[in-house]
């Protein structure tokens, strides 16, 4: 969880409707999803919770250790990448998610516990469920200060501030005023010409920009 997300979080009041994942993650045992569970009861928010309990190898890893690292990690991994699917498919309606694992850990765990060939394996396996959970890679950052599509819009139809929309706070386009525009030039398209992301080769050099900023304005906060 990022330092303004815990601030927020510290007042549910305010919280930012652009926190839409928040991560509770610790050492086993201090209380990781009772916080989860009260966080995502006064955010309103979708629980994830981890299977550890589900997982009938765990008790076994806990007593012979190496022996059952394999199969216990695989099961977490089958796990994470269900979740994962399961939070893809309701991302256009679900506002904000808490959960009380880092889905980044099922990774590192994986590397502390298991031999090299093991290793190997869960890698491969990883590699063709396909997991990738968002990565925020600063996009808002720009569109915050740029609002080129917005100035060039012939039709106004992409809003100065963002909107509420069932229940997430975007950037906003009414198409009531964009198709008749669109039709009329038969696909206008000038909001996508215009952004800087659309600059072919352009968007790692901007996205690392961004990010790097980002960490100067987080270090002069702390
Ligand atoms: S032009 Fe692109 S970067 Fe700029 S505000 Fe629009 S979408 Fe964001
Ligand atoms: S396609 Fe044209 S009319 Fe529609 S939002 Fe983009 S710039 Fe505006």
Same mark, same amino acid.
Request: net charge negative.
């Given at each position: ?89 309701? !991302? =256009?309606? %679900? &506002?904000? +998610? ?7 850990? $099922? ?33 808002? !950052? =720009?569109? %915050? &200060?740029? +609002? ?7 039709? $106004? ?66």
């Amino acid at each position: 969880m990022t330092r303004s997300e815990l601030l927020t979080v510290g007042n549910p009041g305010k919280v930012s409707h652009s926190s839409r994942f928040i991560a509770v993650d610790g050492p086993i045992g201090v209380g990781k999803t009772s916080l989860a569970r009260r966080l995502a009861d006064s955010l309103s928010a979708d629980l994830v919770l981890e299977e550890a309990y589900e997982n009938p190898f765990l008790e076994r890893f806990y007593l012979d250790g190496q022996s059952a690292a394999l199969p216990a990690q695989m099961f977490f991994l089958f796990a994470r990448a269900r979740q994962i699917e399961s939070l893809r498919q309701s !991302d =256009l309606f %679900t &506002s904000v +998610r808490v959960s009380d694992y880092l889905f980044s850990k $099922d990774r590192l765990f994986a590397e502390l516990n298991l031999s090299a060939d093991e290793l190997s394996l869960y890698k491969q396996v990883e590699a063709t469920l396909a997991i990738d959970a968002p990565v925020d890679i600063a996009v808002d !950052d =720009l569109c %915050t &200060s740029c +609002r080129r599509c917005t100035i060039d819009c012939p039709p $106004d139809a992409i809003l100065d501030d963002k909107q509420i929309v069932r229940g997430v706070e975007k950037w906003y386009v009414d198409f009531d005023k964009c198709i008749p525009y669109f039709a009329m030039t038969e696909g206008c398209g000038i909001c996508i010409e215009v952004c800087p992301w659309s600059e072919p080769g352009r968007g790692v050099v901007l996205s690392e920009t961004l990010l790097k900023k980002r960490r100067e304005r987080s270090d002069v906060i702390r």
